[in-house]
């Protein structure tokens, strides 16, 4: 070791000096030095010390950067979880409106029809034919739905049974173009025939045909399912008169009729398990 140390002596005190002229340098401020070689070196190490000094800043401004990111990192991910709660509470919300707006439906088919034997059933879906307007049900044969039983929603008749499977079925609603209905109105007791007709189909309205020139219908009528009909049971509210118009013949005349119940908005319905006769 001292054989290395007196081999290497002259670089030794070189390199120390050079380590003590470079640590007075570094301190050196630019108005402290009072001869030519001190202000150059003040010129040259004075911006060293300025890079040095923005350099730490940098750093100290990214590392407060970074943790500025973290923090909006966790408030994002905190926003994005409540934000998803809120949808599950809104989904949760709607399905819960959706159920209370069905079973009040339900409540008021009964209340109106309450005499009557009836079974709650859902709609799954909707012939797309523009057509005709017929939906499907959730209950079929094995509940004891059979052809021709009366359906009824909200607001009063709804259509009739034409197709029964075992797990489902198929109704018309009587704005179908082929349905009839045997009605009368509940005021008078003016008889005559409910149908759908293409052209009202459209409108949501129903005709009603073979009424007598001599009835006493009105525009505000109800008209109800008639004590003639052999598949529905009397009393049941199918619509209001819009208007009554003279046919050609001069003695039968025509009324327009909107129906009771919202047929294009059909969640639910009930179906009256008892037919007054299938034939």
Known sequence: MIELLERHRRIFLLTGIGICILAIVLTISPTTGTNVFGRSLAYIVTPMQRGLSTGIAWVQGQFAVMGNNQQLLQSYQALQEQHSNLLIELYRLQLAGEENA????????????????????????????????????????????????????????????????????????????????????????????????????????????????????????????????????PGILVGTVESVHPNPDGHTRHAIIRPAANINNIEVVSIVTKVVDDQ
């Open 102 to 233: 069905m079973l009040s439906a339900l409540l008021d088919i009964n209340q109106r029809y309450g005499h009557l034997p009836t079974m709650g059933a859902r709609v799954i879906g909707q012939n797309p034919n523009d057509w005709y307007h017929r939906f499907f049900l959730d209950r079929g044969t094995n509940d004891g739905i059979t052809h021709n039983m009366a359906v009824l929603a909200s607001g009063g008749l709804a259509g009739v049974i034409r197709q029964a499977h075992s797990d489902r079925s198929q109704f018309a609603s009587i704005i179908d173009s082929e349905t009839s209905v045997a009605v009368m109105t509940r005021r008078t007791g003016d008889i005559g025939v409910t149908s759908g007709n293409v052209r009202l189909m459209q409108q949501g309205l129903l005709r009603m045909d073979n009424i007598a020139a001599t009835a006493q219908i009105m525009p505000g009528d109800e008209i109800v399912t008639g004590t003639h009909s052999v598949i529905f049971p």
